[in-house]
């Protein structure tokens, strides 16, 4: 019914490649704070050019690299403790067998980490953004890459969501076999 395994990235790697965009966008906005205006933009209208600009520049930078910091710490601390967010309910995954309760908290657990690095990029996609924009490298934030990447991160989650319904309602079906 079930297959033992099934080939896939570990998750480590997710949670590596996470780990390091945060960093690598922490290095670059703190090398890049010294040369910076004291005006940066704060938000982006649909076309991804800016339309509100801040003059507390510690703010505007520092905020979404500790957003980072707190999306990654948050996902990875659910990602260890996975039933204490009752992701499946604990009276529902205690009802099918071991075999399926360890396939959905690993596609409970591949979800998260697919999310973390997703949104990680997304978020410093938009930190680097706004670096570039007040070095006068860029002029805006191409839109188009804005929403393959929310698109993407909403396609993952759309998947893993069916994939853990369809374990459980094969789970759930009773035994036909004669």
Not at 77 to 99: A, D, G, I, T
Not at 137 to 153: G, H, W
Request: aromatic share 12%.
């Amino acid at each position: 019914m079930f297959a033992e395994h099934h080939w896939r990235i570990p998750d480590r790697i997710y949670f590596s490649l996470a780990a390091f965009v945060v960093l690598l966008t922490g290095a670059f906005v703190g090398w890049s704070y010294s040369v910076l205006p004291t005006t940066l933009p704060i938000h982006f209208g649909p076309s991804g050019t800016p339309d509100a600009f801040s003059d507390n520049k510690i703010l505007t930078l520092t905020f979404p690299v500790l957003l980072q910091f707190l999306l990654t710490f948050m996902i990875s601390w659910s990602y260890r403790h996975p039933r204490l967010f009752h992701f499946p309910s604990r009276r529902r995954l205690e009802s099918f067998p071991l075999n399926v309760q360890a396939m959905l908290l690993t596609l409970a657990r591949h979800l998260l980490a697919m999310t973390l690095l997703l949104s990680t990029l997304i978020m410093s996609y938009i930190s680097l953004g706004t670096v570039l924009i007040g070095l006068d490298m860029a002029e805006d934030l191409n839109p188009m890459i804005m929403m393959f990447l929310i698109i993407f991160l909403l396609l993952v989650v759309g998947a893993y969501t069916g994939w853990m319904r369809q374990v459980m309602r094969e789970a759930e079906r009773p035994n036909t076999t004669v």
